[in-house]
Nanobody, 117 residues
Framework: QVQLQESGPGLVKPSQTLSLTCTVS??????????WSWIRQPPGKGLEWMGV???????SYSPSLKSRTSISRDTSKNQFSLHLSSVTPEDTAVYYC?????????WGQGTPVTVSS
């Protein structure tokens, strides 16, 4: 069974770039036809899909975040990462990484990130 674990700073200053990493175990991020996503949930709000990197390395982003979001991967470490630039307090949220193979959906436990000076 695929397991995911988010890691990264819990506090980021406004205007900086937020970078989070998702470490995957129990499966390879290059396995067909997995899709590896980042999702966030601001306090008191619903889930927001941010973007995805597929098993072949192709990426897709939420239109509302596309200008600030980048997702990359390190196949040697079986990790994928989120980079969100020019953060504001509105980017404060619990950030989740997720995997989907078309039949199953797996989630990390989530990591809280606060944007504050």
């Amino acid at each position: 069974q695929v397991q995911l674990q988010e890691s990264g700073p819990g506090l980021v200053k406004p205007s900086q770039t937020l970078s989070l990493t998702c470490t995957v175990s129990g499966g390879s991020i290059t396995t067909s036809y997995y899709a590896w996503s980042w999702i966030r949930q601001p306090p008191g709000k619903g889930l927001e899909w941010m973007g995805v990197i597929d098993y072949d390395g192709s990426t897709s982003y939420s239109p509302s975040l596309k200008s600030r979001t980048s997702i990359s991967r390190d196949t040697s470490k079986n990790q994928f990462s989120l980079h969100l630039s020019s953060v504001t307090p509105e980017d404060t949220a619990v950030y989740y990484c997720s995997a989907d193979d078309g039949w199953h959906n797996y989630w990390g436990q989530g990591t809280p990130v606060t944007v504050s000076s």
